[in-house]
């Protein structure tokens, strides 16, 4: 079992940046493929991020590569998402997933965070 925790999240102007974190318990957390999506008001969940089980060559959507970069700290067992160049666009809850395959469909990860709020004002 594992229980995810996101925090980080705020209100920022368009071109700012926000770092999220997502900390894990249980001690499995070095074998899950964590991944960050997002879900704006009446739209569904969306992939942003996936990291390996061993930290190695991330996977993102095309709408935050080169302004988005995860990473994972396994002695503090937590996942980062740190967001530059942040576009209204972004807005959007922000969750954190695990799971045991390296997939981007949310129906693929077992566990969920509750989110955290991020809004860019224009």
């Known amino acids: 079992q594992v229980q995810l925790a996101e925090s980080g999240g705020g209100l920022v102007q368009t071109g700012g940046s926000l770092t999220l974190s997502c900390a894990a318990s249980g001690r499995t957390f070095s074998g899950y493929t964590m991944a960050w999506f997002r879900q704006a008001p009446g739209n569904e969940r969306q992939f942003v991020a996936r990291i390996t089980t061993t930290g190695g060559t991330p996977y993102y959507a095309n709408s935050v590569k080169g302004r988005f970069a995860i990473s994972r700290d396994y002695a503090k067992n937590t996942v980062y998402l740190q967001m530059n160049s942040l576009k209204p666009e972004d807005t959007a809850v922000y969750y954190c997933?695990?799971?045991?395959?390296?997939?981007?469909?949310?129906?693929?990860?077992?566990?969920w965070g509750q989110g955290t709020q991020v809004t860019v004002s224009s």
């Open positions: 997933g695990a799971g045991s395959r390296w997939e981007s469909r949310p129906d693929q990860y077992d566990y």
